[in-house]
């Protein structure tokens, strides 16, 4: 049986709230970051804190996704403006070696859900002359596959699930 995923993350007012700022039960007043749908905070004494839809929902995974997103964007965003570095490593399916490299040596702006022809990008990173040169794909569970590799390559000359 698989282990469900535990959110610790809602909207409260339009802004991202942890569990840790939020009273426990309906009365929390946040909403689901994939979905919309009213959350409870869930602070029992035993489990880890989290939140949960008030109704059964299935969306674990795409708030997951999100907040992947959400955070990478937060991090790469400030990076870019306080000219700071973001490690980034990966096993070349090439060489069989592993190599790192600063994802935002030459960014200069992230975008969100970029179209890359039959295919979209999480996050897209641009350089000085607003050339796009890095799509990003934020993976949960299993990968989009070579179609979205190979549109995103296509479109930038790299692709990073």
């Known amino acids: ?17 942890h569990i840790s700022q ?34 059964d929902s299935q969306c674990a995974e795409t708030v ?4 992947g997103k ?17 490690p980034f490593r990966w096993k070349c399916e090439h060489c069989d070696e592993t190599h790192e490299a600063n994802l935002v ?7 969100e859900e970029v179209s890359l022809d039959s295919a979209r990008a999480d996050l897209a990173l641009y350089d000085a002359e607003g050339r796009m040169f890095s799509a990003l794909e934020i993976v949960v569970s299993h990968n989009c596959g070579r179609s979205w590799a190979g549109s995103a390559q296509n479109r930038t000359g790299a692709a990073t699930e």
């Open 1 to 17: 049986m698989k282990k469900a995923i535990k959110v610790p993350y809602g909207f409260k007012n339009g802004e991202l709230t």
């Open 22 to 55: 939020v009273p426990s039960g309906q009365k929390c007043g946040c909403t689901c970051i994939a979905c919309g749908a009213p959350l409870v905070a869930r602070k029992g004494p035993k489990r880890t804190h989290h939140f949960g839809h008030q109704s």
């Open 64 to 67: 997951m996704h999100k907040l």
């Open 70 to 86: 959400l955070f990478l964007k937060q991090r790469i965003d400030e990076a870019i403006v306080e000219g700071k570095p973001v």
């Open 105 to 111: 040596k030459k960014a200069v702006r992230c975008a």
